[in-house]
């Protein structure tokens, strides 16, 4: 069985860092993608950042670049989503989603996360401004 397990939500001031992690178990970890994606009270999901063995790629959303930084720890299963410089705007409840073998880029994931057939529980992150 597969199980994401999100951590490292929180409160944070505007401009503080966090550290996201996605721990997996139930697949493989030397082919996979796993991608974060976030969601505001209402507003839409929208993508974040995905990486992807099947390149080695990794993509960021627009908002993101320069200030999120995607990384993997396979010794440990585990995604992490390093957020730097953060804004109110990153408020949101943060998912990791998976994919075993991974099909495709990370670019192809983020724009089509339907693809990704496993589903974290979410981690909220909340900056004050």
């Known amino acids: 069985e597969v199980q994401l397990v999100e951590s490292g939500g929180g409160l944070v001031q505007a401009g503080g860092s966090l550290r996201l992690s996605c721990a997996a178990s139930?697949?493989?970890?030397?082919?996979?993608?796993i991608g974060w994606f976030r969601q505001a009270p209402g507003k839409e999901r929208e993508g974040v950042s995905c990486?992807?063995?099947?390149?080695?790629?990794?993509t960021y959303a627009d908002s993101v670049k320069g200030r999120f930084t995607i990384s993997s720890d396979n010794a440990k299963n585990t995604v992490y989503l390093q957020m730097n410089s953060l804004k109110p705007e990153d408020t949101a409840v943060y998912y990791c989603a998976a994919d075993s073998p991974a099909y495709y880029s990370s670019s192809y994931y983020l724009k089509y996360p339907y693809r990704y057939d496993y589903w974290g529980q979410g981690t909220q992150v909340t900056v004050s401004s």
């Open positions: 990486i992807s063995t099947i390149d080695g790629s990794t």
């Open positions: 139930g697949f493989t970890f030397d082919d996979y993608s």
